[in-house]
């Protein structure tokens, strides 16, 4: 604060306006060098002391008592020099470190400024009541500003402390939501490996398995067919991981979901000989990001009854209802207890996927009877069909 720009200009001010008036009245050749000289101290004072007064309490503290010393030399050489007070009093004020070393510092000034006054008046009687009201309204209005500034510069001090935390919390939170939003990424990404890569590599992997064994037995036309399978596994695997890597839209519903999901059912068919039958009329209307939803739903589906069910034949039907979409894919395998504790990732990330996309799931089964995933969605129509 001591540093400020303005108060340069008030300290050289004022003793430009100190050396002009010593310079004009008519003052004897002693006083006016000695007011001359208690200006040089003040001016060598500000420019030694005030570059680190603001950081070294020594510094401010020699920035002080240089202040004193000239304004209690040149006022008792020439009375006028007191209106230093005015630049020296706010100073104070400044580099004073609390507000009573401010009040110690401004009563020194005081005193020291009205000693001054009475030697310049030759201590006459009638000077020492001049004096003491002089003392007495400068000291008072000091204290009285003082005060107040140091009020009023708390009070900016504090609210710089709460920008400053506010700004501390705004960087937390914004750090927060990188994190967050990493996290997610991360989350997404694994729904996605889940639900594409890893379904298409497990199916390479059982039809590799399903190959060699009719190599074995030496039956090469259905090993070739097998091969075929694999070479369009491979293809639809590798279209997925590109598509990934770009983080471009998400792939696998071009031509809309009823043409995925027939495209879906019958590589299912091909590759585990289970009879797959696909009802999914009136999906045209459905947003992109629902279609992907429901296409993941029903490759996890079969890719459970690939797994599990020992089922010959499944189906896969997409409905609306009460502004619902519900996709169901069911099967005739051995069922199983939708109460089980479950250890797999599949169907806790498709239901956190629905719920991201404010839908449902649920299991119907029986030991026994198939199984049948109900996948449920709020109805959004693409902007085409809204036209």
């Known amino acids: 604060m001591v540093n400020a720009r303005w108060l340069s200009i008030a300290v050289i001010a004022m003793a430009v306006v100190l050396l002009a008036m010593l310079l004009l009245d008519e003052v004897s050749t002693a006083d006016r060098i000695g007011g001359v000289s208690a200006v040089a101290l003040f001016l060598l004072g500000w420019q030694l002391f005030r570059a680190r007064a603001d950081t070294d309490k020594r510094a401010a503290l020699a920035l002080i008592v240089v202040f004193i010393v000239a304004a209690g030399v ?3 050489f020439y009375g006028s020099f007191a209106v230093v007070q005015c630049v020296a009093f706010p100073i104070m004020w400044l580099a004073a470190n609390g507000v009573r070393k401010a009040l110690i510092a401004n009563v020194i000034l005081s005193l020291t ?3 001054g006054l009475l030697i310049y008046a030759s201590f006459t009687p009638d000077s020492f009541p001049r004096t003491a009201v002089t003392v007495g309204l400068s000291l008072g209005l000091s204290i009285g500003l003082g005060l107040g500034f140091s009020r009023l510069y708390n009070v900016v001090a504090e609210r710089d402390e709460l920008i400053t935390e506010l700004r501390r919390a705004q960087e937390q939170v914004a750090a927060l ?12 990404l694994a729904r996605e490996i889940h639900d594409t890569i890893a379904q298409d590599l497990t199916g390479l992997v059982l039809t590799a398995q399903r190959g060699r064994r009719e190599l074995k037995t030496g039956n090469v036309p259905a090993a070739a067919e097998q091969l075929s399978i ?3 596994n491979a ?3 590798l279209a997925e991981t590109r598509g990934l890597v770009a983080a471009s839209a998400p792939v696998g519903v071009e031509g809309g979901l009823t043409t995925a999901l027939a495209r879906l059912g019958e590589r299912f068919e091909r590759e585990t000989g289970v009879t797959v039958t696909v ?13 992907v939803v429901l296409l993941r739903c029903a490759q996890e589906a079969l890719a459970n009854v690939r797994k599990h069910s020992g089922a010959t034949a499944a189906s896969i039907t997409v409905s609306t209802t009460h502004g619902s979409v519900v996709l169901r894919v069911s099967d005739n395998g051995r069922g199983f207890d939708p109460q089980a504790t479950r250890t797999g990732f599949g169907l806790d990330g498709l239901r956190e996927r629905l719920t991201l996309a ?13 199984a049948a995933l109900i996948a449920s969605l709020p109805g959004v129509l693409t902007a085409e069909a809204v036209r």
């Open 74 to 76: 040149g006022t008792s």
């Open 113 to 115: 400024v009205g000693c």
């Open 177 to 188: 939501s990188r994190d967050a939003g990493v996290l997610d990424e991360r989350e997404r």
């Open 230 to 232: 694999l070479e369009d």
């Open 235 to 237: 293809r639809s695997a």
């Open 279 to 291: 009802r999914a009329p009136g999906t045209a209307d459905l947003d992109r990001d629902r279609e």
């Open 358 to 370: 404010h839908g449902s799931l649920s299991l119907v089964s029986s030991h026994g009877k198939g």
